[in-house]
C-alpha cells in the first residue's frame, strides 16, 4: 500500500468504510474519512477507546505492515447476502 492509495480510498464520493488488516492479523475499522490521517510512511488513525479519558487513540499503520484493505458493507447489506 501506498499513501497515494490511501488518499484515493479516504476521496471517494460517497465515502466506503473500510478495514485495515495488518500483517500482525490486527484490523482496524476506518468509519469515517476524519479519522485518517495520509503521512509520507503511515497511515495515522485515531480510534474510539471509551476506556480513554481523552476518547480515542491513534494507530500509526507502516504501509509496509498494511496486508489488505476489505471494504465494510452497511449493515443492511451484510444480513441480505
Not at 464520493?13 to 490486527?26: D, H, K, Y
Amino acid at each position: 500500500m501506498t499513501a497515494d492509495t490511501f488518499r484515493q480510498i479516504l476521496r471517494r464520493a460517497p465515502f466506503q468504510p473500510f478495514r485495515v488488516v495488518m500483517s500482525s492479523g490486527e484490523g482496524y475499522n476506518v468509519m469515517h474519512p476524519e479519522m485518517a490521517l495520509v503521512s509520507g510512511r503511515a497511515l495515522v488513525l485515531s480510534l474510539p477507546e471509551p476506556s480513554s479519558a481523552e476518547g480515542d487513540r491513534l494507530v500509526f499503520c507502516s504501509y509496509l505492515d498494511v496486508a489488505q484493505v476489505e471494504e465494510l458493507r452497511p449493515p443492511a447489506e451484510r444480513r441480505a447476502s
